[in-house]
């Protein structure tokens, strides 16, 4: 038993020093990285902000997303508990700075923050300041000193979305510690049944499969997206393929694609990095008449084969154009969103880098996704689907009714959010819920 104790002890401040440490090395990576630079100064005077900013005395719910990603993927239940509860004060933190310059005045929110460095000091500042009647986290990043702060006031703590591999290190034979930390947690809404099943074997049995909700928020986004009229100047009924949140390995193999091309198929490029040296010298290695959004010019798109898009924000809505989407990262750590594309009923095609993504799997599975490991491949994809109508067809109805059949996860999260925030008032729903898991 001493032994035990004295391993969490270590343990625990193993992790504090791998935070401070952590911390000192963005603080130094900030004088020559600009994203680096951004989370530094962003949690320069954070808590004392929060302390000014936030009403004490109102109720208070607290969401946690990494990064932009993570905040659409939570935005439907964030939308509905708002919609539930008006008179909420909606905190959203983020971990990352791209996450919170693109999120940090969504109408979503009563309070937008950079999530504190995780000391235990700053935890128990955070959450004493904060004071939610509820935190959800949406589908990772476990901090453990908020998680701490948390259960010491025994505010309830739930993770939506999330998912477990068996590779991670609440899961291996040294992750004692880690267990303990999950212990902690109220409830975990997961995405499948293998989450479910690994959590089960280290006994955490406060587990819902819900689902994943980025299932929900792609299916609003396609019944009702933005217009874009350059694009559609650029469009002009065109046949379009595009290639979504690409990274330099993936814009290679378009760039290869566009430049033996000889249809009348023109392309939409949507690159993860949007910096203007990159734009230009992406530009330079297209042999088409080529286009970037920031310089609009009627003529010139109505002329052009291929679009540069090198603004931020709008990926999501411009899928609703193409025919075929090529989503990026497939040769990186792995590939984006494929369901942001799959939702308007188009075939997706990515990297080798996928077979950590359900979604990607079960697309490939059924005829809705091709991968491809070079440009050989990508060639004949691009050439199989474009040039066979019926299998256009039948891979894009295949892409459309996957989304369809998966959504669903945002109903039976949001009964057990209100349950929480309200004890009572909704606790018959809550108890049906897990019954029927």
Same mark, same amino acid.
């Given at each position: 038993m001493f032994f035990?104790?004295? *391993?969490i002890?270590f343990?625990?401040i193993?992790?504090?020093?791998?935070?401070?440490?952590?911390?000192?090395?963005?603080?130094?990576?900030?004088f020559f990285?600009?994203?680096?630079?951004?989370?530094?100064?962003?949690?320069?005077?954070?808590?004392?902000?929060?302390?000014?900013?936030?009403?004490?005395?109102?109720?208070?719910?607290?969401?946690? /997303?990494a990064?932009?990603?993570?905040?659409?993927?939570?935005?439907?239940v964030i939308?509905?508990?708002?919609?539930?509860?008006?008179?909420?004060?909606?905190?959203?933190?983020?971990?990352?700075?791209?996450?919170f310059?693109?999120?940090?005045?969504?109408?979503?929110?009563?309070?937008?923050?950079?999530m504190?460095?995780?000391?235990?000091?700053q935890?128990?500042?955070?959450?004493?300041?904060?004071?939610?009647?509820?935190?959800?986290?949406?589908?990772?990043?476990?901090?453990?000193?908020?998680?701490?702060?948390?259960?010491?006031?025994?505010?309830?703590?739930?993770?939506?979305?999330?998912?477990?591999?068996?590779?991670q290190?609440?899961?291996?034979?040294?992750?004692g510690?880690?267990?303990?930390?999950?212990?902690?947690i109220?409830?975990?809404?997961?995405?499948?049944?293998?989450?479910?099943?690994?959590?089960?074997?280290?006994?955490?049995?406060?587990?819902?499969?819900s689902?994943? *909700?980025?299932?929900?928020?792609?299916?609003?986004?396609?019944?009702?997206?933005?217009?874009?009229?350059?694009?559609?100047k650029?469009?002009? %009924?065109?046949?379009?393929?595009?290639? %979504?949140s690409?990274?330099?390995?993936?814009?290679?193999?378009?760039?290869s694609?566009?430049?033996k091309?000889?249809?009348?198929?023109k392309?939409?490029?949507v690159?993860h990095e949007?910096?203007?040296?990159?734009?230009?010298?992406?530009?330079?290695?297209?042999?088409?008449?080529?286009?970037?959004?920031?310089?609009?010019?009627?003529q010139?798109?109505?002329?052009?084969?291929v679009?540069?898009?090198?603004?931020?924000?709008?990926?999501?809505?411009?899928?609703?154009?193409?025919?075929?989407?090529y989503?990026?990262?497939?040769?990186?750590?792995?590939?984006?969103?494929?369901?942001?594309?799959?939702?308007?009923?188009?075939?997706?095609?990515?990297?080798?880098?996928?077979?950590?993504?359900a979604?990607?799997?079960?697309?490939v599975? /059924?005829?809705?996704?091709?991968?491809?490991?070079?440009?050989a491949?990508?060639?004949?994809?691009?050439?199989?689907?474009?040039?066979?109508?019926?299998?256009?067809?039948?891979?894009?109805?295949?892409?459309?009714?996957y989304?369809?059949?998966?959504?669903?996860?945002?109903?039976?999260?949001?009964?057990?959010?209100?349950?929480?925030?309200?004890?009572?008032?909704?606790?018959?729903?809550?108890?049906?819920?897990?019954?029927?898991?």
């Amino acid at each position: 038993m001493f032994f035990y104790f004295e *391993t969490i002890i270590f343990m625990q401040i193993i992790y504090n020093i791998f935070v401070f440490v952590y911390s000192k090395a963005l603080w130094l990576a900030s004088f020559f990285n600009t994203k680096a630079r951004q989370w530094v100064e962003g949690r320069r005077g954070l808590l004392e902000k929060i302390a000014l900013e936030l009403d004490h005395e109102a109720r208070h719910i607290w969401f946690h /997303c990494a990064s932009s990603g993570e905040f659409e993927q939570g935005r439907p239940v964030i939308e509905k508990f708002k919609a539930d509860n008006p008179d909420a004060k909606v905190v959203i933190t983020f971990y990352s700075p791209s996450g919170f310059e693109m999120r940090k005045n969504s109408p979503l929110a009563d309070h937008v923050f950079y999530m504190p460095i995780d000391t235990p000091s700053q935890a128990r500042k955070f959450v004493e300041y904060v004071n939610p009647q509820l935190a959800v986290f949406v589908k990772y990043e476990y901090w453990f000193n908020h998680l701490n702060a948390l259960h010491e006031k025994k505010i309830p703590v739930v993770f939506i979305s999330a998912i477990f591999r068996k590779n991670q290190m609440f899961f291996k034979w040294w992750g004692g510690w880690f267990r303990k930390q999950l212990k902690k947690i109220t409830y975990f809404f997961v995405q499948d049944k293998s989450s479910q099943g690994l959590l089960y074997e280290i006994d955490v049995r406060n587990v819902v499969v819900s689902g994943d *909700t980025r299932f929900d928020r792609v299916f609003e986004i396609s019944k009702n997206p933005p217009s874009f009229g350059k694009v559609e100047k650029f469009i002009q %009924g065109s046949v379009i393929f595009m290639g %979504g949140s690409t990274w330099p390995a993936d814009d290679e193999l378009i760039v290869s694609l566009i430049n033996k091309d000889t249809n009348d198929i023109k392309f939409i490029l949507v690159p993860h990095e949007i910096h203007a040296s990159y734009i230009d010298k992406l530009m330079q290695h297209i042999e088409k008449p080529v286009v970037k959004y920031s310089s609009f010019d009627e003529q010139s798109f109505m002329d052009a084969r291929v679009l540069i898009v090198d603004q931020m924000g709008m990926l999501s809505g411009l899928y609703q154009y193409a025919s075929v989407a090529y989503i990026g990262g497939g040769f990186g750590k792995g590939i984006h969103n494929t369901l942001e594309a799959a939702t308007f009923g188009m075939p997706v095609v990515f990297g080798p880098n996928y077979k950590k993504f359900a979604e990607a799997v079960e697309l490939v599975s /059924c005829g809705g996704a091709f991968p491809v490991k070079n440009k050989a491949e990508l060639e004949q994809t691009y050439v199989k689907l474009l040039g066979n109508y019926e299998l256009l067809k039948q891979s894009s109805d295949v892409a459309l009714q996957y989304v369809d059949m998966k959504r669903g996860a945002t109903k039976t999260i949001i009964v057990f959010l209100n349950t929480l925030f309200n004890p009572g008032s909704f606790k018959s729903q809550a108890m049906d819920m897990l019954n029927m898991n």
